[in-house]
């Protein structure tokens, strides 16, 4: 077994808000085996001197689709499987380069893609998947334009995002679906959004009883529903239906959020997404319906922010960047650090994103007996968090599985 020792690394101190003093951290196999200023290693181990350089888990992004090779939602939704896979494929090595080695998928990516990982045969972060959204007709994930009466036909396949489910019968039926072929969580197109053509940002998606019996199928396989909502009556309900992820969440109120910080809830803000779709969504083809929405949601997010930081609600990291858009994925720590503190943006990074990927203790901490996934950065996020969104110019390692899968600079 290959055995590997960090030294003279620092280390996050998430309570003091600082960095440790020069520690060593010991790899061994795909797993940390012993941490410490003092700790030994065996006669024979590799040794790299991180020369005070500072090693944090690796970055967990809990709101992304790695389908989403387009801003042209259609043209992902009816690409060949194995193309959709392949393009798949490249956004997730993309994902890694930035330091990204855990990300949750919001729907779209299959067990194909995680077993591909797994199997060391991508290049990328581990895949914890919800298989597709699911969307009422006229829904979230519904492309269809007005006009557009013909069935829909996109159904199971790889680019799409969402799958149209309507009724309780058939809403059982695709949670247990997805569950059974790898799904860790089930996800709900609970509100309008910007990117579907039909519906307003303030329309209230599936009936109480459809949302409540993906609530039970998700408990009773010992998981929980997310849903993509943005209005706070949206929001609440949800929270009312026992909805425990709540994605986006731009027009949340105070009340709103302390209810669902009081009932466990945590909420993922994507500000960037909309950042994004300002600044070129109209020149990459998103339509006018589409971009009439976006300052509805866009305006509200600074705001929303501080509202669920004083509610007390958790917070975990994500960007939910489409496309082309994904080159302005570093930009969500920039917008972050507006209402956040570096620590409850790091915290947001790692621990609170490991928890709703249900892999607490063992990703996003460096603790002994987690696995061996991590990044060695130039420079103190706890002085400037936006460093984490420049990994051009900061990031030096990437280790994933206890191996170094990113080696950027010579590191002394």
Same mark, same amino acid.
């Given at each position: 077994?290959?055995?590997?020792?960090?030294?003279?690394?620092?280390?996050?101190?998430?309570?003091?808000?600082?960095?440790?003093?020069?520690?060593?951290? /010991?790899?061994?196999?795909?797993?940390?085996?012993?941490?410490?200023?003092?700790?030994?290693?065996?006669?024979?181990?590799?040794?790299?001197?991180?020369? +005070?350089?500072?090693?944090?888990?690796?970055?967990?992004?809990?709101?992304?689709?790695?389908?989403?090779?387009?801003?042209?939602?259609?043209?992902?939704?009816?690409?060949?499987?194995?193309?959709?896979?392949?393009?798949?494929?490249?956004?997730?090595?993309?994902?890694?380069?930035?330091?990204?080695?855990?990300?949750?998928?919001?729907?779209?990516?299959?067990?194909?893609?995680?077993?591909?990982?797994?199997?060391?045969?991508?290049?990328?972060?581990?895949?914890?998947?919800?298989?597709?959204?699911?969307?009422?007709?006229?829904?979230?994930?519904? @492309?269809?334009?007005?006009?557009?009466?013909?069935?829909?036909?996109?159904?199971?396949?790889?680019?799409?995002?969402?799958?149209?489910?309507?009724?309780?019968?058939?809403?059982?039926?695709?949670?247990?679906?997805?569950?059974?072929?790898?799904?860790?969580?089930?996800?709900?197109?609970?509100?309008?959004? /910007?990117?579907?053509?039909?519906?307003?940002?303030?329309?209230?998606?599936?009936?109480?009883?459809?949302?409540?019996?993906?609530?039970?199928?998700?408990?009773?396989?010992?998981?929980?529903?997310?849903?993509?909502?943005?209005?706070?009556?949206?929001?609440?309900?949800?929270?009312?239906?026992?909805?425990?992820?709540?994605?986006?969440?731009?027009?949340?109120?105070?009340?709103?959020?302390?209810?669902?910080?009081?009932?466990?809830?945590?909420?993922?803000?994507?500000?960037?997404?909309?950042?994004?779709?300002? @600044?070129?969504?109209?020149?990459?083809?998103?339509?006018?319906?589409?971009?009439?929405?976006?300052?509805?949601?866009?305006?509200?997010?600074?705001?929303?922010?501080?509202?669920? %930081?004083?509610? +007390?609600?958790?917070?975990?990291?994500?960007?939910?960047?489409?496309?082309?858009?994904?080159?302005?994925?570093?930009?969500?720590?920039?917008?972050?650090?507006?209402?956040?503190?570096?620590?409850?943006?790091?915290?947001?990074?790692?621990?609170?994103?490991?928890?709703?990927?249900?892999?607490?203790?063992?990703?996003? /901490?460096?603790?002994?007996?987690?696995?061996?996934?991590?990044?060695? /950065?130039?420079?103190?996020?706890?002085?400037?968090?936006?460093?984490? +969104?420049?990994?051009?110019?900061?990031?030096?390692?990437?280790? %994933?599985?206890?191996?170094?899968?990113?080696?950027?600079?010579?590191?002394?």
């Amino acid at each position: 077994m290959t055995i590997t020792a960090y030294t003279n690394a620092r280390l996050l101190d998430l309570e003091d808000g600082t960095l440790t003093a020069p520690s060593t951290v /010991v790899v061994e196999g795909d797993l940390i085996s012993d941490i410490g200023a003092g700790c030994g290693h065996p006669e024979g181990s590799k040794v790299i001197d991180l020369a +005070g350089k500072t090693l944090m888990p690796g970055l967990i992004d809990c709101h992304f689709h790695v389908v989403a090779h387009s801003l042209d939602l259609w043209s992902n939704a009816i690409a060949p499987d194995s193309l959709a896979a392949l393009r798949a494929v490249r956004v997730m090595n993309g994902l890694l380069d930035a330091g990204f080695t855990t990300v949750r998928d919001l729907g779209g990516a299959d067990l194909g893609l995680v077993q591909g990982v797994e199997d060391g045969l991508i290049d990328g972060p581990d895949l914890v998947i919800c298989g597709k959204g699911l969307s009422m007709t006229g829904g979230h994930t519904d @492309l269809r334009n007005r006009t557009d009466i013909r069935p829909d036909s996109l159904g199971w396949r790889l680019g799409n995002m969402g799958v149209l489910v309507d009724g309780v019968d058939d809403v059982r039926r695709a949670c247990r679906k997805m569950l059974k072929e790898g799904a860790k969580f089930i996800k709900v197109m609970a509100n309008g959004g /910007v990117s579907s053509p039909n519906d307003p940002i303030d329309s209230l998606q599936y009936s109480d009883a459809e949302i409540l019996a993906m609530v039970e199928e998700a408990t009773n396989a010992n998981t929980y529903v997310s849903a993509h909502t943005y209005h706070d009556l949206a929001i609440s309900r949800c929270v009312d239906l026992g909805v425990t992820s709540l994605e986006h969440c731009n027009l949340i109120s105070s009340d709103t959020a302390k209810k669902a910080a009081d009932l466990g809830c945590t909420a993922v803000p994507t500000l960037v997404a909309y950042e994004g779709l300002k @600044l070129e969504g109209a020149a990459l083809g998103l339509g006018q319906s589409e971009q009439a929405k976006i300052d509805v949601v866009r305006d509200k997010g600074l705001e929303s922010l501080r509202i669920m %930081k004083d509610a +007390g609600l958790p917070m975990a990291f994500g960007t939910d960047l489409l496309g082309q858009l994904r080159i302005y994925g570093g930009m969500e720590f920039d917008l972050l650090a507006k209402v956040l503190t570096p620590t409850e943006i790091l915290r947001s990074v790692t621990e609170i994103g490991a928890e709703l990927c249900k892999r607490k203790g063992e990703v996003g /901490v460096i603790a002994k007996g987690a696995k061996a996934d991590f990044i060695v /950065v130039d420079g103190d996020p706890f002085e400037d968090i936006t460093l984490l +969104g420049r990994p051009k110019d900061h990031l030096q390692l990437v280790v %994933k599985n206890g191996v170094v899968a990113r080696d950027y600079k010579e590191v002394a």
